[in-house]
């Protein structure tokens, strides 16, 4: 089983990731590909994992106002664009976190909000320094991370300034906060379409492994790579 894992641009955190990754699917081979890599398809993986990290180009995200976004790698965007679009063609489980949610929206269609603050959205990023956030969030009925995770509700951490502002036309929003962002997507229909889940907050940073909306997110992503037609 070999998994693609983006580079999240930070060499202090993407060991997190992998760490959180490896400890559900021990022998899973687990590899980095970034912009300075040579991997551009993903013929050969098994599944993509797409991390946090840097603003999506709002040139591609449509987000306003423009000054409210901070720092973005274009070569990262088109990188994940293109893998995104092999991970399609080659019909391979997705999942997507944080910023991994919100290229994926970008790459379907959709917009971003540039600055959640700026929009009237506080309780969403924790001060540098600070404590970890959290928030509760809202699972929609008869959604894939509803039966992913088996609860309605649950506690998720949040380090995100941007989020979904319009949804991307095959996608639908499976999970709010309180004050309605949204914090988790999916296939609107799936129609034979592979696995794809995507969430804003992140699991690899939560200490209570045992939270479905961590532990499950994980356990379904491999679960899906497992029986997927392709590897079968």
């Known amino acids: 089983m070999k998994i693609a894992v983006t580079d999240c641009g930070n060499p202090k955190k993407q060991p997190l990731y992998l760490g959180w990754l490896q400890q559900y699917q021990p022998e899973a081979e687990l590899v980095t590909v970034g912009h300075s890599g040579s991997v551009t398809s993903l013929e050969g993986f098994d599944g993509l994992v797409l991390t946090g990290g840097e603003d999506v180009d709002p040139l591609l995200s449509k987000a306003e106002p423009v000054e409210k976004v901070e720092a973005i790698d274009r070569k990262r ?101 309180d004050d309605m962002v949204a914090e988790a997507m999916e296939w609107k229909q799936n129609d034979g379409r592979p696995f794809l889940l995507l969430v804003q907050w992140h699991p690899e940073r939560m200490t209570d492994r045992e939270n479905p909306f961590a532990a499950r997110i994980a356990e379904a992503f491999f679960t899906a790579v497992r029986t997927n037609d392709v590897t079968a």
């Open 77 to 177: 965007d088109d990188l994940e664009f293109a893998l995104l679009a092999s991970s399609q063609q080659l019909r391979l489980p997705v999942l997507g976190i944080c910023r991994g949610l919100q290229v994926a929206n970008v790459f379907f269609g959709g917009t971003l909000i540039a600055d959640l603050p700026t929009a009237g959205y506080e309780a969403h990023t924790a001060l540098r320094g600070a404590p970890e956030l959290r928030h509760r969030i809202a699972v929609n009925e008869g959604t894939l991370l509803q039966t992913c995770t088996g609860v309605p509700i649950g506690d998720v951490n949040s380090y995100h300034h941007q989020a979904v502002r319009e949804p991307a036309p095959v996608l639908e929003v499976s999970a709010y906060s």
